[in-house]
Every structure is written in structure tokens, then in C-alpha cells.
């Protein structure tokens, strides 16, 4: 487990538990959401469901009793879960190219499985958005520390920051917690209804998505049979327009006589140059309207037979307009962080436009056709004024269709615009209505700031006319101690010393006056609060500071005083080595080859050269020290036992008590008891000439009292 994770999770509010896998059960019936600590087993939990377990197995949890850790919100057990699980860096963005709430978008649309996490070039805090099957939990660690914020808040400020944020695709796999008898079936049961009931959502979901999308492909082939039918379509008035040039040859034949269709198909086979006579007049028909000219003789018939192909035609140029623009509007419509670049469309690509082209092209095609062979022989002049006259009409009344089409389509265009406009004009009226509220709450909230700035003022005069320190500006106690040195320093080193209490030239009075504490922070103290008093009172009265002070002090003449001088010769002989007594700091672990890895603890002591003399970790709550803590202490300090001998002492201090368990650990680690042989009091040995002792120390009322090993 990462030590952030666990100084995070060990923060949180404790939760009540069972003990063995009855405890887990009676977590997941609640709805538990947080973490369980078993030993060194860690595990993490949402909303009663178990969704990982590490630094060991669910196995360690049996008949074992546990901590548990109730999360300050759902986000956190399923970040922590998926960092300590590992997983693929799918994407790279930087905000300013690829905002945040693009992306958002488009994982939740893909029912995502992962967490985005926007921490490189960002200086105010790292930023995390967890998904599981689409949906989002946001959460985000702001500022040196790391105050937590949750929700739609954390989101927010994530997409107001600039930097670069990664996608990590996680597999989360629930862990199943194992049961006995009628708790197995009953755990069984309920595993398999809310299994089953996450299915038929998902069923449900992927049926809803399925229908959508059949319903958005629906356009697309009815726009393809357009395109093709096309094509036939304007390929029936040429052959229609072939025949009525044959018909206007020959004026006299009856239109609806067999023998007139079998001669004119054998004139236009035996002589192609008479069907050039009047081309030039068909082929602006065709352009115009695309209907079948008659002969003379059959005037009025083709006239209403002209009106009837020239709406038939308009009515499927109106569809196939309509079934483009369906189709255009469809293929953008596929999710994408940018539209444009989907499947690399382009403007040219849009159904519909192809068509229009053609069409743009083929008009001045067909023009130049009819110019070069529309000129008529000499004798052919008075039938091809008839028939030229007659194609006019027709034109004229196939333009003013066409004509009425387009303006309808027009019309109905600049509804849509003015329905454009309408709703434009609404969304600014609301924002201008939103802006004015913000803007009036702002003024309230300034309003707000001039009065509390005017109250700060009045009650720090008072207590200036009080004589209380007041303070400025505000620090936490953790943030504050981590950035705090203390220095083992003597008002005369002539005087009482250690190193002359050591050795029973100084008695503890002289000690205690000549001795100083002093205090280097990395931070300005002056005008500084911390838990509501000045730093340095703080400071005097932690917990941390008393330890340090005692174990300088008092816990030298305790161990002479009372002859125990070598069984607990690696505290008694490394008391006047400390210079320095730092505070939450580290010690690094060599772990490999040039790689090292930092051990922390709440109190190190140190000498000149900087070794490590005693390290200690502190239980400042109520609740008694558990079997974990003593633990987890043994566990960093034989590691930083092995790799450095000056290590003389490990301490664990509480404001309680220990728990049998917790003593039972310290007895078991060093190897103490009744028959036991050893002539160093609680000691762990690393080897036959190495090792540290261990102790254990009750703080109640401001005073220390060494509980393990009894002096």
C-alpha cells in the first residue's frame, strides 16, 4: 500500500466492526463505504461491495478482528482502489487543445471503466474524475495540504485549471466475501438478485443505446436508394424526348397508331441527321421540365402530360433534398471530441452535395449541346417554329413549378432561422438574468467581506487592549509540526550537560535549568495560529514536544536511577548523542541499487551527523493502541534498524493504553516472557551483535511512563 493512501485513510473517521468475515458482512448490509485494516491487509469498500484487497487476501480478514475507516465520500475507496490496482494510461490531453469537460462527456457516453487524473504542470493541487460503467465521482487534493474536495465543486475546479491530464483504463474486480451455513446462501442470494438486477440495468442500457442507434442509421439507406434512383429517374425524359423529336417529324401519323411508333424508330435508325432537326428545342425541355413533347396535332395531350411529369419530378427532388439533409445531420451526430474530424468528413463529403454538383454541372453541359445542335436546315424551319414554340410553353410552366418548389423550401428554411433566432435570443436573456443575480449576489457577498474585515479589526483592538496575542494567519497542526526542528542546546556548556548526567557528574535540578529546547521552523512564526493559539504555545503543549523533552531529560535518570543501565544500554548510552529531534520527518530505506524509500514516523532523533538515534510514533486519540500500531512501528524501524546501527530505540507513545494484543506483539517481536534469557530488556535482535529495544509509553496528564520494558 502507498504511505499516502494509508496517512489519508488512517485520518478518516472510525467506523464500528464485527470481527472475521461477520464483521465484513455486517459492513456490506449497511452500505459501508471506506477502508478495513486487518494486520497489514488493507481493503476498500463502496457502498457495501468489497472492491479490492492488498498487501495480502481476503483469508486474512478470517476470524480476525479489524479497523475500519469510513470515507468522507464514495470517490475515495474507488481511487484508491484503482491506483493500488494499477492500470493503462489510455490518452494524454492538454486542457487548453482537449478541455476536460470534452472528455467527461465522451467517457460517460462510453461507459468508461478508469479515472482521469489532471496533477502534471499544476501547481494548486492534483485533480482526479473516477468512472465505473460511465458514471463519474469527482475528487481533488488542493493545495500544499491536500484539503479535500468533493463533487461537483472538485470537478469544477479541475476544469478551471490548465495542465495535462491522463485517462487510466482499471479493471475492478468485486471481491466476494466468503460466509458459512445459512449466511453463505443468504450471501449467495443477495449477491446473485443485485448481480442480476446490475444486469438487466446494463440489459436495459444496452437496448435503449441499440434503439438509438437503428433509429440514427435509419436515415442513411433511405438516402442511398435516392442517390441511386436518381439517375433512373432523369434517364427516363431522354428516351421520352427521343421519341417526341421522332413525333415532331412527323406531324401527320397519328400519336397512338403502331405503324407511326415502328416508323419513327426505323426514321430515327436510317436517318440520325433529321432526329438533329429540332434537338436544340427538346434538349431545353428536357433541361427545363424533363416531359414528353407530342407532335402538333396532339398539343393539348402533352401539355397536361408535361404538367404531370414536371410535379412528379419536383416531388422526388423534395425528397431527396429532405433525405440528404436527414443524412447529413445524422453522420453529425456520431460522438466525437471534435465532429469535424470523424472518419475525416469534410464539407465536400456530406450526402447530397455530389448531387447538386452534377446537377450545376450537367446544366451548362446540356446548354452548350442544344447551341451546337440546335441549328436547323432550311427545310425544316416551319415545323421546327411549331414544335419550338409549343417547347416554350411548357418550359415557362415547368420553371414557374420549379420556381414555386424552391420558394417553399425557402419559406420553410426561414422558419427554421427565425425558430433559431427566437430560441438565441432566449438562452441571452436567461444568461443576461443569471449574470445580473451573480452579480448582485457578488455585491452582497463583498458587502459581507467589509463587515467581518470590520469585526476582525474591532476584536483584534481588543485583545491588543487585552494583552492577547492575536494572530494573523492560520496554519494546521500537521502542516505545522512537519515543518518544526527542535535543537538539544545548553544555556552554558560548562554546566550540567548529558554527557555529564550520563556519566553521574550532574544532578537532574542542574540538567533541567541548564538544558534548552529550541525550536527552527521553516515557516514565519510571527503573527501565527495554529488550533486557534500562537504557535509557540501550540507548540509547548503537543504531545510531540513533551515526548521529545521527557525522553531527553527524566527518561535518563529513570533508567540510571533504577540499575538499568545495561539492560537497556542502547537508550540509556544514546541519550547524549541527540543534537537534533525532528518532527513527522522521514528516514530512507535503501530498497535496490541506488534506490532508497522513505520510512515516516512522527518523531526522529538524531545526532550531529544526522543518524538516526530513536524514531517514534504517536496514538493521539482516545482509543486505545492497537496490535496494528506496534506493527506497523516494527515493521519501519527494523528497516531502518538494518540500515543503520546508530539506531538505538523504537517507541510507541499513547494518550490511552495499549491493547492486550498490541503488548502481546511487542512480547512476541522481543521475544520476552518468563523464560526468557536474554539480558537486555525488550529487545529486538537484528543479529547476533545488532538490534534496538522497543518500548512502549502511556502519556496521561502530561506525564510519561515507560509501560514496556517495566523498569
Aim: some cysteine.
Amino acid at each position: 500500500m502507498d504511505s499516502e493512501i494509508i496517512d489519508a485513510v488512517t485520518g478518516w473517521d472510525s467506523a464500528p466492526t464485527g470481527r472475521g468475515y461477520g464483521g465484513l458482512r455486517s459492513l456490506a448490509d449497511d452500505g459501508f463505504s471506506g477502508a478495513v485494516v486487518a494486520g497489514m491487509t488493507w481493503g476498500f469498500m463502496l457502498n457495501g461491495r468489497l472492491l479490492g484487497v492488498f498487501d495480502g487476501t481476503i483469508a486474512d480478514f478470517d476470524d480476525e478482528s479489524f479497523e475500519a475507516y469510513r470515507a468522507p465520500h464514495a470517490s475515495l475507496p474507488l481511487l484508491y482502489t484503482m491506483q493500488e490496482t494499477g492500470g493503462d494510461v489510455r490518452a494524454q490531453y492538454y486542457t487548453e487543445d482537449t478541455p476536460l469537460t470534452d472528455a467527461d462527456g465522451t467517457l460517460s457516453a462510453g461507459g468508461f471503466t478508469g479515472f482521469v487524473e489532471l496533477s502534471e504542470n499544476v501547481l494548486s493541487g492534483d485533480y482526479y474524475v473516477v468512472y465505473h460503467g460511465g458514471k463519474s465521482m469527482s475528487a481533488a487534493f488542493v493545495g500544499n495540504s491536500k484539503r479535500l474536495v468533493t463533487g461537483d465543486e472538485a470537478f469544477e475546479l479541475a476544469d478551471d485549471e490548465i495542465g495535462i491530464y491522463k485517462v487510466y483504463d482499471v479493471d475492478i474486480d468485486l471481491v466476494e466475501i466468503p460466509g458459512d451455513g445459512d449466511d453463505d446462501a443468504a450471501s449467495e442470494s443477495e449477491s446473485t438478485a443485485g448481480v442480476a438486477s446490475a444486469e438487466s440495468t446494463e440489459s436495459t442500457e444496452s437496448d435503449d443505446d441499440s434503439d438509438a442507434a437503428d433509429a440514427t442509421d435509419e436515415p442513411a439507406p433511405a438516402s442511398e436508394t435516392v442517390d441511386v434512383e436518381i439517375p433512373e429517374a432523369s434517364s427516363q425524359p431522354d428516351s421520352t424526348d427521343d421519341a417526341g423529336e421522332t413525333e415532331t417529324q412527323t406531324p401527320d401519323t397519328p400519336a397512338d397508331s403502331p405503324s407511326t411508333a415502328q416508323a419513327d424508330t426505323s426514321a430515327d435508325s436510317a436517318t440520325p441527321t433529321s432526329t438533329q432537326v429540332s434537338e436544340a428545342e427538346t434538349t431545353e425541355a428536357k433541361r427545363s421540365s424533363g416531359t414528353t413533347s407530342s407532335s402538333a396535332a396532339t398539343g393539348a395531350g402533352s401539355s397536361n402530360g408535361s404538367s404531370s411529369d414536371s410535379s412528379a419530378d419536383e416531388d422526388a427532388s423534395d425528397d431527396d433534398v429532405f433525405s440528404a439533409e436527414a443524412e447529413w445531420r445524422n453522420a453529425r451526430s456520431i460522438p466525437s471530441l471534435d465532429p469535424r474530424d470523424s472518419e475525416g468528413e469534410t464539407i465536400s463529403d456530406r450526402p447530397g452535395n455530389a448531387r447538386h454538383a452534377k446537377q450545376r454541372a450537367e446544366r451548362p453541359k446540356r446548354t452548350r449541346n442544344a447551341s451546337r445542335q440546335g441549328k436547323p436546315k432550311p427545310k425544316r424551319t416551319s415545323r421546327s417554329s411549331s414544335s419550338s414554340s409549343q417547347s416554350s410553353q411548357q418550359s415557362t410552366q415547368t420553371a414557374s413549378a420549379v420556381s414555386t418548389g424552391e420558394v417553399d423550401a425557402l419559406k420553410e428554411q426561414l422558419s427554421e432561422l427565425k425558430s433559431t433566432r427566437e430560441r438565441l435570443e432566449s438562452e441571452r436573456d436567461s444568461l443576461r438574468n443569471e449574470r445580473d443575480e451573480h452579480r448582485s449576489r457578488a455585491e452582497e457577498l463583498e458587502q459581507r467581506v467589509n463587515e467581518l474585515e470590520a469585526e476582525v479589526e474591532r476584536l483584534r483592538t481588543e485583545l491588543d487592549e487585552a494583552g492577547i496575542a492575536s494572530t494573523d494567519r492560520s496554519m494546521s497542526a500537521d502542516e505545522a509540526l512537519r515543518g518544526t526542528n527542535l535543537f538539544i542546546r545548553y544555556a552554558r556548556k560548562s554546566g550540567a550537560t548529558l554527557e555529564k548526567a550520563h556519566a553521574g557528574q550532574a544532578k537532574r535540578d542542574d540538567v533541567f535549568e541548564n538544558l534548552r529546547l529550541e525550536h527552527h521552523t521553516t515557516f514565519d512564526t510571527e503573527g501565527l495560529g495554529v488550533d486557534g493559539q500562537p504557535y509557540e504555545s501550540f507548540l509547548h503543549e503537543s504531545p510531540e514536544f513533551g515526548f521529545a523533552k521527557w525522553a531527553v531529560t527524566d527518561l535518563l535518570y529513570e533508567i540510571g536511577e533504577t540499575g538499568n543501565r545495561s539492560s537497556l544500554a542502547g537508550v540509556f548510552d544514546a541519550i547524549p548523542k541527540a543534537d537534533r529531534i525532528e518532527l513527522y520527518g522521514t528516514v530512507s530505506v535503501p530498497i535496490g541499487e541506488g534506490e532508497t524509500e522513505p520510512r515516516k514516523f512522527d518523531v526522529i532523533f538524531r545526532d550531529q551527523m544526522g543518524n538516526p538515534l530513536f524514531v517514534a510514533n504517536l496514538n493521539d486519540s482516545r482509543d486505545p493502541a492497537t496490535q496494528s500500531m506496534v506493527t506497523q512501528l516494527i515493521k519501519d524501524s527494523k528497516a531502518v534498524a538494518e540500515a543503520n546501527e546508530s539506531l538505538g530505540s523504537a517507541f510507541v507513545v499513547t494518550k490511552s493504553f495499549f491493547e492486550p494484543d498490541a503488548l502481546e506483539a511487542a512480547t512476541e517481536e522481543t521475544g520476552g516472557g518468563l523464560l526468557s534469557r536474554s539480558k537486555r530488556k525488550s529487545f529486538v535482535k537484528l543479529s547476533r551483535k545488532q538490534g534496538y529495544h522497543l518500548c512502549l509509553v502511556e502519556a496521561r496528564s502530561g506525564e510519561f511512563h515507560l509501560n514496556v520494558p517495566d523498569l
